[in-house]
């Protein structure tokens, strides 16, 4: 990246707090809060939706009625209410989007705001939109452009209305209704997300990208996102996520499911900035997310990239099912908790396909009073042969009150499998801070310096804007912890 | 330029410096020198802002400003460079990306608009090759990996970079080969300005033949305890310091 642009961010940098944190003033058509069976049913009629939706969520919605919330993760969460959430809110709108001139001017306001590149002339920089705003999706730009080359990227509504017979066929196929508790709430109520297909032999000519935004007070939001990579083909995926301040806790749980076919490659990046809760620990976002690849074909490519400084809680551990041969995976990720934050956060590689490969670099920043733990599994399993993987997690400490965890687990059932782990902690070192302010530089800035040279090695594996962003976000969300 | 008046500092409560006092004109060059232990170090330390010392007592007065009144970052922007004795590692953050930051800081303070990267790199340039600094070096994270002399050669072309109205070198001799030291002299040496002041801490007569003092002091147990001119960091070097120890007793 550009040493002017690194500037400028670390300019910008020092006068801010969460500053995504402003509400918008926009109509919502939202249903009373609580949850029942009559509720899914609403949902799935408000959505106009067939009927193996309603038994997908329906079926879900039982499941979960048998299971109890997780309490293995390092974290301390207060019991959860659902019965007082409310498990739909969507902007209204008057009728279906035709073009950008359509969207209402508060919620463009909203995502002008974000910097979001909902404009045309942002359409040039190349990058595809969906955006998801409470729990209805807003608007996906550039739908024309990829269209004609057989791409398909809507919102997840649409894609239900549209290709029923894709929805069908991949919902629920990487990640169970089954899998876990929050898995299972999210399919009985989920109410949008995206959905990206793409055809055999086709390289997605731009990145695709969908900011999520909670917007609504007391709302929860579920979404899904869907990514089916046919053979031969490429897409570069992002995801941003942000919500206003409030005092209340609000409830994220997503899905993510990814299908990655012979020879295809598949780079999801995600910066995660919902709302921290305040420097006492008020309020928040409850972030917890199953997201889980499948490389499902030969030689088949899946990296996850992300940077996480935002939420309350979060308890999120993408994960790859290594199922062709030759396939691979890499994760890296770069998770930040200040004040009293908590995250519980890692990576889960399932080595299945011969000769399949993974690699794990996670780098934790834990500063305030925070708690950030890094929970990995590698997994070979018996008939698997050649498999490799190479795991370093790292934590960087500000302060003393702060904790860092690592909980590497190795499950591996095949004796010519090569697994190497390694970790260190290192601590932002009051001597080091003292050099930078000796040659000019403050504290805030050299806490940036600092930071964003321990985080390059992740922050280079995104696509450029969302690294400058990400870059930004860094810093920002490590105001004031020192001292 | 700086002046020092009954300067007392310490630290967790055991003072180390026991009431200093020092004058230095615009242009001249003071070494200090003194047994292992003296407060040399601290000296510097406090000079540059370093809160880990608390000064208990006296004045500083840096230009017509109370020093100690300033930030550690202000009093670097005010012209203040320290070149540590023992540099710090600052891994993943470039040697490029450091200074660029430090050199805008300045600028900044200055009221200057920030310097377009191609101006940057020429200043880099012409500074690496004044201190006969490799671009190996430059190019890696700051003083990451460096051997000891290396990481003394940075703090020169860093001060180069700076150009501070008073440098405080704190054994930057030290762990230098004869032909390192010479860089290093030749670097101090050609930076030197009619405007700028230079205190050199050290151990050894060695550095003075190449960078001539105008004074030199003797630090002793917290206090300064002998000045005289350039023939001191001879005699120093002759007789030791046990017969200052023995002149005071007296
Ligand atoms: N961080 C510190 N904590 C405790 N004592 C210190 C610290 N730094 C220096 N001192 C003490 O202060 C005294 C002076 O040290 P220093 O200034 O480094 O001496 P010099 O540089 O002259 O060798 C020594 O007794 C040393 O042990
Ligand atoms: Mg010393």
Redesign the pocket.
Same mark, same amino acid.
């Given at each position: 990246m550009a040493k002017e642009e690194q500037d400028k961010i670390l300019d910008e940098v020092t006068q801010s707090d969460y500053k995504y944190g402003f509400s918008s003033d926009i109509d919502t058509d939202s249903i009373a809060k609580g949850l029942n069976e009559d509720v899914i049913r609403l949902i799935s009629s408000k959505k106009n939706e067939p009927e193996f939706m309603l038994e997908f969520r329906l079926n879900a919605y039982r499941h979960w009625l048998t299971l109890k919330m997780p309490e293995w993760a390092h974290l301390d969460i207060p019991p959860i209410d659902y019965q007082e959430i409310i498990f739909y809110a969507a902007p209204v709108q008057k009728a279906k989007l035709e073009s950008m001139d359509d969207v209402d001017p508060e919620i463009r306001a909203t995502f002008d705001k974000l910097g979001i590149p909902l404009d045309e002339q942002k359409l040039l920089s190349n990058v595809a939109v969906d955006v998801v705003m409470d729990s209805s999706s807003v608007k996906t730009t550039f739908k024309e452009v990829l269209a004609e080359k057989g791409i398909i990227f809507c919102s997840f509504s649409d894609a239900v209305q549209d290709h029923p017979d894709l929805i069908q066929k991949y919902m629920g196929s990487v990640v169970s209704y089954r899998d876990n508790f929050f898995a299972a709430l999210n399919s009985a109520v989920f109410s949008d997300g995206s959905f990206v297909y793409i055809p055999k032999g086709v390289r997605c000519p731009m990145e695709l990208s969908t900011y999520f935004r909670i917007n609504a007070e007391n709302t929860g939001q579920f979404e899904r996102t869907l990514i089916v990579c046919e053979d031969e083909s490429y897409v570069s995926y992002l995801e941003g996520c942000t919500a206003p301040m409030r005092d209340e806790n609000q409830l994220h749980a997503a899905i993510v499911e990814i299908i990655v076919k012979d020879n295809s490659e598949v780079k999801y990046s995600t910066v995660q900035n919902w709302y921290p809760g305040n420097k006492e620990g008020l309020g928040g976002i409850y972030n917890f997310v199953t997201k889980r690849g499948i490389c499902e074909g030969v030689n088949s490519k899946l990296m996850w990239a992300q940077v996480e400084t935002g939420s309350a809680v979060t308890w999120k551990y993408p994960s790859s099912i290594l199922k062709g041969d030759g396939s691979s995976s890499e994760f890296y990720s770069v998770a930040v908790t200040n004040h009293h934050q908590q995250a519980d956060t890692g990576t889960k590689m399932i080595h299945i396909g011969n000769n399949t490969k993974s690699t794990i670099i996670s780098k934790g920043i834990s500063a305030g009073k925070s708690n950030n733990s890094y929970r990995g599994l590698v997994k070979v399993v018996k008939n698997c042969e050649g498999a490799r993987n190479f795991s370093q997690c790292d934590s960087l400490l500000l302060g003393d009150k702060c904790g860092a965890h690592t909980y590497p687990y190795l499950e591996v059932h095949n004796k010519s499998a090569k697994v190497e782990h390694e970790a260190t902690t290192s601590k932002i070192g009051e001597d080091q801070i003292f050099y930078c302010n000796q040659r000019g530089i403050s504290t805030e800035d050299a806490i940036g310096l600092i930071v964003n040279g321990y985080a390059k090695e992740v922050i280079n594996k995104m696509p450029m804007e969302f690294a400058v962003e990400a870059q930004k976000l860094l810093a920002i969300s490590l105001e004031g912890s020192v001292g | 330029m700086l002046s020092i008046k009954d300067l007392h500092a310490s630290? +967790?409560g055991?003072e180390?410096l026991k009431g200093v006092n020092l004058e230095i004109k615009p242009g001249e060059v003071h070494a200090i020198m003194?047994? +292992?232990? /003296?407060?040399?170090?601290?000296?510097? /330390?406090v000079l540059a802002g370093r809160e880990?010392?608390e000064v208990t007592k006296g004045e500083v007065i840096f230009e017509g400003k109370d020093l100690l009144d300033l930030a550690p970052e202000d009093r670097a922007r005010e012209g203040i460079f320290l070149g540590f004795?023992y540099p710090i590692e600052i891994p993943g953050v470039s040697t490029v990306n450091f200074m660029k930051t430090a050199v805008n800081e300045h600028r900044k303070y200055k009221g200057l608009e920030p310097l377009k990267a191609s101006d940057f790199l020429k200043l880099m340039r012409d500074k690496k090759a004044l201190v006969e600094i490799d671009s190996k070096l430059t190019n890696r994270s700051v003083n990451e990996g460096f051997s000891g002399g290396e990481k003394k050669k940075n703090e020169i072309f860093q001060m180069a970079m700076l150009e501070p109205k008073l440098a405080i070198l704190?054994?930057t001799d030290s762990g230098l080969d004869i032909d390192a030291l010479r860089v290093v002299a030749n670097g101090v040496n050609k930076l030197k300005t009619p405007e700028n002041s230079t205190i050199v801490?050290t151990h050894y007569q060695r550095l003075l033949d190449y960078i001539v003092p105008d004074v030199v002091h003797v630090?002793f147990d917290?206090r300064i305890v002998k000045t005289a001119g350039k023939e001191l960091a001879l005699e120093l070097e002759a007789k030791g310091y046990d017969w200052i120890k023995e002149e005071l007793v007296k």
């Amino acid at each position: 990246m550009a040493k002017e642009e690194q500037d400028k961010i670390l300019d910008e940098v020092t006068q801010s707090d969460y500053k995504y944190g402003f509400s918008s003033d926009i109509d919502t058509d939202s249903i009373a809060k609580g949850l029942n069976e009559d509720v899914i049913r609403l949902i799935s009629s408000k959505k106009n939706e067939p009927e193996f939706m309603l038994e997908f969520r329906l079926n879900a919605y039982r499941h979960w009625l048998t299971l109890k919330m997780p309490e293995w993760a390092h974290l301390d969460i207060p019991p959860i209410d659902y019965q007082e959430i409310i498990f739909y809110a969507a902007p209204v709108q008057k009728a279906k989007l035709e073009s950008m001139d359509d969207v209402d001017p508060e919620i463009r306001a909203t995502f002008d705001k974000l910097g979001i590149p909902l404009d045309e002339q942002k359409l040039l920089s190349n990058v595809a939109v969906d955006v998801v705003m409470d729990s209805s999706s807003v608007k996906t730009t550039f739908k024309e452009v990829l269209a004609e080359k057989g791409i398909i990227f809507c919102s997840f509504s649409d894609a239900v209305q549209d290709h029923p017979d894709l929805i069908q066929k991949y919902m629920g196929s990487v990640v169970s209704y089954r899998d876990n508790f929050f898995a299972a709430l999210n399919s009985a109520v989920f109410s949008d997300g995206s959905f990206v297909y793409i055809p055999k032999g086709v390289r997605c000519p731009m990145e695709l990208s969908t900011y999520f935004r909670i917007n609504a007070e007391n709302t929860g939001q579920f979404e899904r996102t869907l990514i089916v990579c046919e053979d031969e083909s490429y897409v570069s995926y992002l995801e941003g996520c942000t919500a206003p301040m409030r005092d209340e806790n609000q409830l994220h749980a997503a899905i993510v499911e990814i299908i990655v076919k012979d020879n295809s490659e598949v780079k999801y990046s995600t910066v995660q900035n919902w709302y921290p809760g305040n420097k006492e620990g008020l309020g928040g976002i409850y972030n917890f997310v199953t997201k889980r690849g499948i490389c499902e074909g030969v030689n088949s490519k899946l990296m996850w990239a992300q940077v996480e400084t935002g939420s309350a809680v979060t308890w999120k551990y993408p994960s790859s099912i290594l199922k062709g041969d030759g396939s691979s995976s890499e994760f890296y990720s770069v998770a930040v908790t200040n004040h009293h934050q908590q995250a519980d956060t890692g990576t889960k590689m399932i080595h299945i396909g011969n000769n399949t490969k993974s690699t794990i670099i996670s780098k934790g920043i834990s500063a305030g009073k925070s708690n950030n733990s890094y929970r990995g599994l590698v997994k070979v399993v018996k008939n698997c042969e050649g498999a490799r993987n190479f795991s370093q997690c790292d934590s960087l400490l500000l302060g003393d009150k702060c904790g860092a965890h690592t909980y590497p687990y190795l499950e591996v059932h095949n004796k010519s499998a090569k697994v190497e782990h390694e970790a260190t902690t290192s601590k932002i070192g009051e001597d080091q801070i003292f050099y930078c302010n000796q040659r000019g530089i403050s504290t805030e800035d050299a806490i940036g310096l600092i930071v964003n040279g321990y985080a390059k090695e992740v922050i280079n594996k995104m696509p450029m804007e969302f690294a400058v962003e990400a870059q930004k976000l860094l810093a920002i969300s490590l105001e004031g912890s020192v001292g | 330029m700086l002046s020092i008046k009954d300067l007392h500092a310490s630290i +967790n409560g055991k003072e180390i410096l026991k009431g200093v006092n020092l004058e230095i004109k615009p242009g001249e060059v003071h070494a200090i020198m003194g047994p +292992n232990g /003296a407060g040399k170090s601290t000296l510097a /330390a406090v000079l540059a802002g370093r809160e880990l010392f608390e000064v208990t007592k006296g004045e500083v007065i840096f230009e017509g400003k109370d020093l100690l009144d300033l930030a550690p970052e202000d009093r670097a922007r005010e012209g203040i460079f320290l070149g540590f004795q023992y540099p710090i590692e600052i891994p993943g953050v470039s040697t490029v990306n450091f200074m660029k930051t430090a050199v805008n800081e300045h600028r900044k303070y200055k009221g200057l608009e920030p310097l377009k990267a191609s101006d940057f790199l020429k200043l880099m340039r012409d500074k690496k090759a004044l201190v006969e600094i490799d671009s190996k070096l430059t190019n890696r994270s700051v003083n990451e990996g460096f051997s000891g002399g290396e990481k003394k050669k940075n703090e020169i072309f860093q001060m180069a970079m700076l150009e501070p109205k008073l440098a405080i070198l704190d054994e930057t001799d030290s762990g230098l080969d004869i032909d390192a030291l010479r860089v290093v002299a030749n670097g101090v040496n050609k930076l030197k300005t009619p405007e700028n002041s230079t205190i050199v801490i050290t151990h050894y007569q060695r550095l003075l033949d190449y960078i001539v003092p105008d004074v030199v002091h003797v630090l002793f147990d917290g206090r300064i305890v002998k000045t005289a001119g350039k023939e001191l960091a001879l005699e120093l070097e002759a007789k030791g310091y046990d017969w200052i120890k023995e002149e005071l007793v007296k």
